[in-house]
């Protein structure tokens, strides 16, 4: 079991960037994958990074490559999304989540039923 906790969500200008925190209690958090999830309200939960446990492998779909970065540090417990150029369409809330499961391709996380536990969530306006 672990708990997740997302935090550094806001209102923020389109163009400026934000990081958002996630941190994580309970069991040895180097033994998940994580990732981060999206969702705006009517719509469903969209995929936007994800890390291996160790922190050398990430993987993110085309719309936010090159914007978005995901990090992690073991030693904290937490890991971290970087966001950059933000626009107005990156309005959601944020989720971030935990993978027991082992696959040997990152792709695979990008499946929201390859988590376990998930965090309650951090909102992010970005106002035009």
């Known amino acids: 079991q672990v708990q997740l906790v997302e935090s550094g969500g806001g209102l923020v200008q389109a163009g400026g960037s934000l990081r958002l925190y996630c941190a994580t209690s309970g069991r040895t958090f180097s033994f998940y994958t994580m990732g981060w999830f999206r969702q705006v309200p009517g719509k469903e939960r969209e995929f936007v990074a994800t890390i291996s446990r160790d922190g050398s492998v990430t993987y993110y779909p085309d719309s936010v490559k090159g914007r978005f970065t995901i990090s992690r540090d073991n030693a904290k417990n937490t890991v971290y999304l970087q966001i950059g150029s933000l626009k107005p369409e990156d309005t959601a809330v944020y989720y971030c989540?935990?993978?027991?499961?082992?696959?040997?391709?990152?792709?695979?996380?990008?499946?929201?039923?390859?988590?376990?536990?998930w965090g309650q969530g951090t909102q992010v306006t970005v106002s035009s």
């Open positions: 989540a935990a993978s027991a499961g082992i696959w040997q391709a990152i792709t695979e996380y990008v499946n929201e039923d390859r988590y376990n536990f």
